[in-house]
C-alpha cells in the first residue's frame, strides 16, 4: 500500500494532472484507493478541505 502525503493531490491539480486536463488521474487514484492500494490520513484530508476550489471538491 501507498500513504499519500497533501503534496500527491495539491501539485497533480496544479501541475500536470489537473480536474480538466487529465480526469483519468483522478478516477485512478479513487479505484486504487477502493481496491486498498493508494490511501491517506484523516489530516490530509482536512487540510485538502481548508480551501473552496475543485481539490475540496473532490476529496469530500
Known sequence: MYLLDANV???AKNRH???EF???????LVRENI????ASVQKIAEELQ??????TDWAK
Open 22 to 28: 487529465c480526469p483519468a488521474f483522478w478516477d485512478w
Open 17 to 19: 494532472y489537473g480536474f
Open 35 to 38: 481496491s486498498g492500494r493508494v
Open 9 to 11: 493531490f495539491i501539485e
Open 50 to 55: 481548508r480551501k473552496n476550489d475543485r481539490l
